[in-house]
């Protein structure tokens, strides 16, 4: 996995008594302890951050982010509040992969919302498989495709970014000489 390009999947929470925590990491030997300690603060943010793509580079690598969180009194403390967050290299062009880590957690949201899959210890246990999927799919070809349960698929795909097109000057554009219809004859 050394030419991979996703280097590490994080879960991360926020835990009622030990604060921000790693739940759940694909592949487990990635050492990324210290990174995570320096910005978990970024990570598992305050609620001016929520919902918004955070990218911090430290340690020779870029975590991107969306954190997110649901207010609910069933929650210990609350509310829950978790991130799914993509470890890369530093210079690595994080742009293609920003919408795949908003819908991955926005997704989980949403199967948190109707079926409790975060909160629930059994369907949580699925987090790492799920992960490692993601990671390999995205590495291999570029889209993944999982199903979460019976009634939810998951769909992801890295979109490259196009670059953008050269300036097209006014002496570019070719433009009729002779009337329309001698050319029409030809």
């Known amino acids: 996995m050394s030419n991979s390009v996703v280097k590490c999947i ?28 320096a910005v978990h603060d970024l990570i598992i943010t305050k609620p001016q951050l929520y919902n918004r793509l955070i990218s911090v580079d430290v340690g020779g690598y870029r975590i ?6 649901i ?13 799914f967050v993509f470890v ?9 992969y920003e919408p795949v880590i908003q819908k991955l957690g926005e997704a989980f949201r949403t199967y948190e919302l109707e079926s409790g ?19 390999t799919s995205l590495n291999s070809c570029g889209i993944c495709i999982i199903s ?23 002496h570019h554009v070719p433009v009729f000489i002779c009337p329309k219809q001698e050319i029409s004859n030809l």
């Open 10 to 37: 994080l879960y991360s929470e926020f835990h009622p008594v030990a604060g921000p925590v790693v739940s759940f990491q694909v592949p487990q030997s990635f050492s990324i302890r210290e990174e995570f300690d």
């Open 64 to 69: 991107v982010g969306c954190p997110k969180s």
């Open 71 to 83: 207010q609910d009194n069933k929650y210990a403390r609350n509310a829950l509040i978790f991130n």
């Open 88 to 96: 890369f290299k530093e210079e690595t062009d994080t742009s293609a």
């Open 117 to 135: 899959f975060l909160s629930d210890d059994n369907t949580r246990q699925k987090i790492p498989t799920i992960l490692s999927k993601i990671q």
């Open 148 to 170: 979460i349960d019976d009634t939810n698929t998951l769909h992801l795909k890295i979109t490259p970014t196009l670059e953008t097109p050269p300036v097209v000057c006014n």
